[in-house]
């Protein structure tokens, strides 16, 4: 069996009250996947705990074979992490903050040089290329972010919110860029309210709820699970509604 881009097991994590709870999940590689849930759901807080951002309680998280907990800096390297606030250096310009994050992850100046143009041309960057980021709009900023989290080549990109705030012209770009790394065998995994884009682009589906995963499988799976023909918006309603009800049945 090939090894999994993502192996998450017993992952949990409280804070003032548990957030995710006793969470597995299998990511193959190569795999597009849409985690959903409502506001709260822990989506960001399971994401930031892959991406070794964030300490787990318990809970063991492999990447491509590679315990991110034993060995974080090995398995940081196959992962780019893209938040929904995008964090770029006012002071710089896309190519010089490129050059500048290809230098964190020690890729060769030569290489790095070619990745960070083929960036520039793949997110439309390249009439901005030589401005300040500084006056950048958040659209522009999110896409300098995503090319900074591509620079290394990573083998598992994780985004979060990745769409918000775009236009529609920005976001087919990002969705064309992520469909496109998908088709070179990369791993997508990413958070979304946009349910279209989940129906739409991910292979796989994933629907969380405090801290839970309610359900997953490609959208063929949910429907069958929910036994009616639906949109992945009625899908999600009422798997949400639905362990709504559950819960209000143990309690
Ligand atoms: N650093 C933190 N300290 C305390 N509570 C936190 C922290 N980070 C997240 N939380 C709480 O954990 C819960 C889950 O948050 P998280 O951001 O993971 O949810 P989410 O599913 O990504 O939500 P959304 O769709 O609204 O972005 C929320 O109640 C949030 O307030």
Not at 27 to 44: S, V
Request: hydrophobic content about 45%; glycine content about 8%.
């Amino acid at each position: 069996m090939t090894v999994p881009a993502l192996a998450i097991f017993h992952l949990t994590k409280s804070f003032d009250r548990p957030v995710v709870q006793d969470l597995d999940l299998t990511i193959k590689a190569g795999e597009f996947y849409a985690l959903l849930g409502p506001n709260g759901a822990g989506k960001t807080t399971i994401l930031r705990m892959v991406a070794g951002l964030l300490q787990p309680d318990v809970g063991d998280i492999s990447i491509f074979g590679i315990d991110a907990r034993r060995d974080p800096i090995a398995a940081k390297r196959l992962v780019a992490w893209v938040s929904d606030e995008p964090m770029v250096y006012d002071r710089l310009t896309p190519l010089e903050y490129l050059e500048f994050v290809a230098g964190l992850w020690q890729v060769e100046p030569k290489k790095a040089q070619a990745k960070a143009d083929e960036l520039i041309d793949w997110l439309g960057l390249r009439p901005h290329a030589n401005q300040l980021c500084g006056g950048f709009s958040m659209g522009m900023l999110q896409k300098v972010a995503l090319a900074g989290a591509l620079v290394h080549d990573p083998k598992l990109i994780i985004l979060d919110e990745p769409l918000t705030g775009l236009d529609a012209g920005s976001a087919r770009t990002v969705k064309d860029v992520l469909l496109g790394k998908v088709r070179d065998g990369v791993t997508v995994i990413m958070t979304t309210h946009i349910l279209e884009v989940a129906e739409r682009m991910a292979e796989r589906i994933g629907v969380i709820k405090e801290g839970r995963l309610l359900a997953e499988g490609t959208l063929a799976e949910l429907r069958t699970r929910i036994g009616r023909e639906s949109s992945l918006e009625d899908i999600f309603l009422d798997l949400v509604a639905q362990s709504g009800e559950t819960d209000a049945v143990a309690a």
